[in-house]
């Protein structure tokens, strides 16, 4: 893969990761790519060897093995760069776990930084309450699952992304327009940097 600027989007299911992933990209010319929507359209692939295993991961609230994450990532991201040109990403849902990250540091690259959406467990499960209707693993019992999932994966993540001095706090639970506000304000800095090389 070509040289590339990749920002990742964390919080937790509900934090307005795909929200404000939409917005973000449009305003710099970056390609949103959200692992639940590749998840998504795989499982709707007949031929993919992955189908089966990610629908019994999606219904059981799992993320499912980090290789199969990072492979279809890799996909994505080969795919926009070839029809495109499109060499900047803004990653949204990933990485849920300190050795998803490592390996795709190893395989893919480092992030140029990590917008991490913080919000309470009790405006999560509204959101999702209200978002319920369009998406199957929006269910109260799934959402539980992937609360924990999350919070017992993502310490190690932010803990990472710290101590490399990329990580981004911004409280999701205000406004679309103020967290969007907030986010392009500290993003300025990271990606006036520019990019890393990817191999
Ligand atoms: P995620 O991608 O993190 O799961 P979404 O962006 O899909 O979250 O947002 C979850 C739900 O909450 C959606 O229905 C969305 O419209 C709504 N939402 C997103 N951001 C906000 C916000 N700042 N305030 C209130 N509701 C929001």
Redesign the pocket.
Known sequence: MPSSSIVFVL??????????SRLISASHGMTHL?IGDIFREEVKDQTSKYAKILTENMKAGRVGVKEMTIELLRKAMTAVTKTSGCTKFLV??FPRSLDRALLFEKSIGQPVCVLY?ECEDRTLRE??G??REGRSDDNAETVEKRLNEFERDISPVLQHYKSMGVLIDVD?S???EE?REEIESKLQRFIATGSRRHS
């Open positions: 919080g937790g299911p509900g934090s307005g990761k795909g929200t404000q959200s949204d849902g959406l959101r999702l209200k978002r999701g205000r406004s679309r967290v």
